[in-house]
Structure formats: C-alpha cells, structure tokens
C-alpha cells in the first residue's frame, strides 16, 4: 500500500509499505478514504517533537471504510465509513470513563504525559497515521464513529480533530455571556475556536496572528475581528487599550510551540531548542488576559518544559485549562451543529491533494504557500 | 503514598463544601470518583509482543496496545533504549531521544542506499511546489546560497 514516510525534518516522501494487520482482536484494518495534514504535524515534520523515528507514516485525521475486524469488535463491521478520532482511546480505563479521551491510560506505553495518538511520534505511542491507504486502528468499537450518510465526507475529516480541538479550545475558556475572547492563531483551528466561542455567549471575539490571507479569511469565516500582531506595536497593551484597559475576559492559546513575535522565545525555543518550542502565544494569553480570568490551551507543545510567566498567572489568579480534545465526547454536539447547517467546517479546506503528491502537501501548507488554510490527501484507493 | 490519616472524614467541615460542578475540568470531564481506583480497572486483553517494545519507567505495566512502528534499530536504538531508563521528568530521556532522532536521519540515508535507492532530497522537501508557487521566493534562496558559496570560496582562496 501508499503511505507517507517520514525521512527526516522537512523530508516526507510517499512510497509503498506493508499492509497494516489486525494485533489486538479489538483492531479494525481501515481503508482511507481522507487524510488531512494538521498544524500539529508540523511539530513532527519540523522535528520539533522527540522520539519522531525515520520510516514513521503520520496523519491523525482521517475518515475511512472499515475493511476487516478483529474478534472482539462488535459495533463496526466491514463497509462501514467512519471518521475516526485523533485521539486512541480503550474506554475502560479511569480517564476514559470519565469522558477523558484524549487522556488515555492504555494507549501510549512510551509515556504517560499524554494519550495514544495516531501517526504523533513514538512520544505518543508509535502508531503508524493515517497518510496512507490502510491504517489500523485500535479499539476499534470505541473511538470510530459511522459517519452519517447525509453528512458530506469533507465535513467528517474534519471532525476528527479540528472542529472538536476548536470547539473545546473555546469549551475550556468557561466563556460567559458577554465576554470578550482574544484567539491566538488564526490556523484551522484557531480559525474555528473563534466560531466556536459564539456558541458559548462571547460578545466579542478577536483573532491575533501574523499572515494576512489568514487572518483574511479567520475575519469571513468566524466572524470575528482580526488584527496582525507585527501591525501591533505591542499586542499585549493593545489588547489591554481595546478592552477598556481591562484585558479580555478569555484568551485562547491556538498556536502552540512554534510560535512567532518575541526574539528571545523564537532564540531559545526554535533555534537554539533551549526550551520545547516558543512560547510567545501563550505568554501573551496569560498577559492580556483580565485579572481571574481563563486561559485555555489547546497549542500543542513538546516536552520537557517552556519559558511563560508563571508568576502573572498567580499574581492574577489566573485559570489555566488545556487538554488534547476529547473528540468522542464532543462529536453528538458536533454531528448535530453540523447537521443543523451552524458549522460548515469543510469551508477550511482549500487544498485537495493526491497522497502521492505528501512532499508538495507538506511544504505548500509549512510554508504557507498558495493562501493554505487546510489541506486534504486524497489516496487513490477511496 | 497512602494517606495515613484514617480520620479525615471527620475532620470538622470535611466534604461539605464539595461541588462536582466546580471541579476545574468541568464539564469536560464526568467526574466518577474513579480516580480513587487508581489502576485498579478491567482492561481488554493484552496486545501479544511481536516487537521491541519501549516502556516509560512511570509505568508499572505496559499499555493494553501499543504501536509496532519503527522498533529501536542501530546506534540511535541505543540510544533510545538508554533513554528509556529514564523519567519523562529528565532530560536524560528527552535530549537523547532528541540525538537519536537525528542520527536516525543519516541511519535513514544509509538504509536508502544499502537498499539500492537514491533519495531525491529535493522532491522529499517538496520544492516542485516551491517553484510553483513562490519561484521568486526560490530564485532569492538561491542567490543567496550561491552568493554565500563564493565569499566562501574567495576567502579560503584568499588564505592559500
């Protein structure tokens, strides 16, 4: 089959592997019949994240039609189309149970900080993604969900990980009506925390970035108001002066560790990789934000530590919240927002990409070439 | 640690105050009380070992299932296995694992040649899509490269 290699930072290739097989009799072999390339896999591809072998096939969004089963999978069965979580969860364990999806304790044996993860690195459980033609996937009854036939296959891709990670990205700021919410990043899934927050009673919603055409479309798309931080001369006190020298009631981390707009954090974090990765967005999140209010993160950064000013988050009482999305969770509320015409999150996708062609896909959407909000891979075998 | 104080249910006040809705996660997470369970939860049937597989020490058993992809090989395998000895809490498991990360690149070079296959560095860094879509941004790359090349060149030529 196809699938995506991984060669080294900035090296992707796509080449023929070995079928997946079915090693736990709670697997399904799924064929892709989508793949998407997420901002996070940038991490990966930037060699930003530890433990990122040679040879590893990434993608952790995707849709697909089950081909075969193992023993023990009751609720799928061969045929089936379903958009499969980001997330690898068993359902039983503690963290599960309690709707912790993304926080699994029997899914990631190489560490203990953060769940399975499909096609993320070994650092989250060395499963070979989705950027192929078949992928296995695990705990096949509990993750997998039988995309709805009236529901358009770009819409489901997307509802793996960017519209739940959005959606809880704003969940997670506790947004209270009327409140005024600050979205750092304007990628996929800043661009749909900004939408999302109006569920939530947000009065005011405003996205900081530093790509035009981004920001462009983040202001169409979500509503919100968009401002370019290298426009700013400081964004911290401008977002200070625009919420009557207050600070926003939520600010939201959408960026994560690689981060632009502060010399020291860009130095220390993507140069000299003193830290994991620049910090710079969740800084100023945790700078802009009001006294007693929320932060929310949802900017994925690598281990072990980062530079933020932890003293402000005291000595403004301060609520920090993060979390991986917990996709199962979320997606009933998800399916029926969609279902109802509310959210359109196919509307991010402006590239549609053979599988064959993941080098261009990869460097057109690191480089942000070709006005690149979202890109899909297409493999030939759908 | 066990808690050893056996009486703190009766500590004036205990509990009282408690509300599930004030729980920080709230609502993301459905709080059970399980957690005071610990590891002590039904867990499917274990994923056989077919590979080499890497544990964290903060583990006390390895996970249901586990990914089969790309097991430890060679130098940056070493590296990793010795990695693994240590916490996530210490840089004595990320940094090497960092090392090995890139002296798996070479590793990954060398396995391309020994298998008869020639890498073709520029189409793996997508540059086709460079020339397309940002030919001028490409040409302002390549001055520079061969600008830098002749100072280079000069000054070593200079120095002879």
Not at chain 1, 64 to 84: F, I, N, R, S, W
Request: aromatic share 8%.
């Amino acid at each position: 089959m196809l699938a995506m290699n991984y060669r080294g930072p900035y090296r992707v290739r796509a080449e023929q592997r070995p079928m997946p097989e079915i090693l736990h009799p709670e697997d399904a072999i799924v064929r892709v019949t989508r793949t998407c390339i997420c901002g996070s896999d940038l991490h990966l591809y930037h060699g930003m994240v530890p433990d990122t072998r040679v040879g590893s096939t990434f993608g952790h969004e995707f849709t697909g039609v089950v081909e075969e089963v193992g023993p023990l999978v009751q609720k799928l069965k061969p045929g089936d189309h379903v958009l499969v979580p980001f997330n690898i969860a068993c359902g039983k364990c503690n963290f599960c149970k309690q709707g912790l999806y993304g926080n699994c304790h029997e899914s990631n044996n190489m560490a203990t900080a953060v769940g399975g993860i499909f096609g993320y690195s070994h650092t989250a459980g060395g499963f070979d993604g989705g950027q192929a033609e078949y992928v296995r996937v695990p705990y096949a009854d509990v993750g997998p969900t039988v995309i709805p036939p009236d529901m358009d296959p770009d819409d489901a891709v997307l509802l793996t990980d960017v519209v739940p990670t959005g959606y809880q990205a704003a969940e997670m700021g506790g947004i209270k009506e009327g409140d005024t919410v600050v979205v750092f990043g304007a990628g996929p899934i800043g661009i749909m925390a900004a939408r999302c927050a109006w569920f939530f009673g947000a009065s005011r919603v405003i996205i900081i970035d530093h790509i035009d055409y981004r920001l462009e479309f983040a202001k169409n798309y979500a509503k919100c108001e968009a401002y370019n931080f290298k426009s700013l001369e400081d964004p911290v006190v401008f977002l200070k002066k625009t919420t009557d020298w207050y600070g926003a009631d939520v600010c939201i981390d959408c960026v994560g560790c690689e981060a632009e707009g502060n010399t020291l954090q860009t130095f220390s974090g993507r140069v000299a990789l003193l830290q994991a990765g620049a910090a710079t967005a969740l800084q100023w999140a945790i700078n802009s934000v009001k006294k007693g209010g929320i932060v929310s993160v949802v900017g994925v950064y690598g281990p072990p530590f980062n530079l933020v000013p932890i003293g402000n988050i005291v000595n403004k009482g301060i609520t920090l919240r993060a979390n991986q999305a917990s996709v199962k969770r979320l997606l009933p509320k998800l399916i029926d927002h969609i279902q109802a015409g509310r959210l359109s999150p196919k509307e991010l996708i402006t590239h549609r990409i053979p599988l064959e062609e993941i080098s261009d896909a990869y460097h057109i959407f690191s480089s942000k070439l070709d006005n690149c909000i979202k890109t899909v891979l297409i493999p030939s075998t759908k | 640690m066990e808690n050893t104080l056996k009486g703190y249910k009766s500590i004036p006040g205990w509990g009282m105050d408690a509300d599930p809705a004030n729980e920080p996660t709230y609502p993301m997470k459905n709080y059970t009380g399980d957690d005071h369970n610990r590891i002590k939860y039904e867990r499917s049937e274990q994923q056989p070992f077919t590979v080499e597989l890497l544990q964290s020490i903060e583990r006390p058993r390895p996970t249901v299932v586990f990914g089969t992809s790309v097991p430890p090989s060679g130098l940056s395998g070493i590296i990793r296995r010795y990695a693994f000895k240590h916490s996530e809490d210490r840089y004595r498991h990320w940094i090497p694992l960092i090392l090995a990360d890139r002296i798996n690149v070479a590793e990954g070079l060398i396995d391309d040649l020994r298998a008869g296959h020639l890498p073709n560095l520029l189409a793996e860094r997508g540059w086709r899509s460079e020339l397309k879509y940002n030919s001028m941004g490409l040409a302002k790359k390549a001055f520079m490269a061969t600008l830098i090349t002749v100072v280079i060149w000069s000054c070593i030529r200079k120095h002879k």
